[in-house]
T-cell receptor, first 112, second 113 residues
């Protein structure tokens, strides 16, 4: 059963506009959330994270929002750049767990 | 920068063959992981290791085994490859003190014919 879901397999955005990638989870015990970015022929790389005690974390053009009551998080990229075109995975960790649960990924295409 | 190196970028094997996927990390990380990535399923954990000679099953360990004889090296073994093991395999490592920041290798695309 998929505990972390990314319901949009793909997203296209014009350069300079905002990209919003969404992620839903089912396990209320998750206490830490991460976003990874993956280019073709490369492994995923860490992008940004957020603890469950926060509702927002910002790093440059990237902001992650967490809505615990809705079990929903989102990644905002502003402004979007062609180099942001990649597959984005959200991931979640349970308290005390070693494992991360990954979503299925969203392919973002930023159109110049 | 952390470097996680997977020995092969592409592998083609036949059904029933024993397959070894090798992974080496250069940052003295305690924890190492093997994931597989499949379309529509995301990344799923096969096995992980938190110390030399220690291993734990992940979500989908069936048909796989692992070996960690040295801290820097974590091997994934397919005892008898099957076509449903055709996938992208990703190795990752993490410091024991880092909060789940995984460093991934570039992946091995395995095709089992």
């Amino acid at each position: 059963d998929q505990q972390v879901k990314q319901n949009s397999p793909s997203l296209s955005v014009q350069e300079g506009r905002i990209s919003i990638l969404n992620c839903d989870y089912t396990n209320s015990m998750f206490d830490y959330f991460l976003w990874y970015k993956k280019y073709p022929a490369e492994g995923p790389t860490f992008l940004i994270s957020i603890s469950s005690i926060k509702d927002k974390n910002e790093d440059g053009r990237f902001t992650v929002f967490l809505n615990k009551s809705a079990k929903h998080l989102s990644l905002h990229i502003v402004p979007s750049q062609p180099g942001d075109s990649a597959v984005y995975f959200c991931a979640a960790r349970g308290t005390g767990a070693n494992n991360l649960f990954f979503g299925t990924g969203t392919r973002l295409t930023v159109i110049p | 920068d952390v470097k996680v190196t997977q020995s092969s970028r592409y592998l083609v094997k036949r059904t029933g063959e024993k397959v070894f996927l090798e992974c080496v990390q250069d940052m003295d990380h305690e924890n190492m992981f093997w994931y597989r990535q499949d379309p529509g399923l995301g990344l799923r954990l096969i096995y992980f290791s938190y110390d030399v000679k220690m291993k734990e099953k992940g979500d989908i360990p069936e048909g796989y085994s692992v070996s960690r004889e040295k801290k820097e090296r974590f091997s994934l073994i397919l005892e008898s490859a099957s076509t449903n093991q055709t996938s992208m395999y990703l190795c990752a490592s993490r410091s024991g003190t880092a909060r789940q920041k995984l460093f991934f290798g570039s992946g091995t695309q395995l095709s089992v014919l």
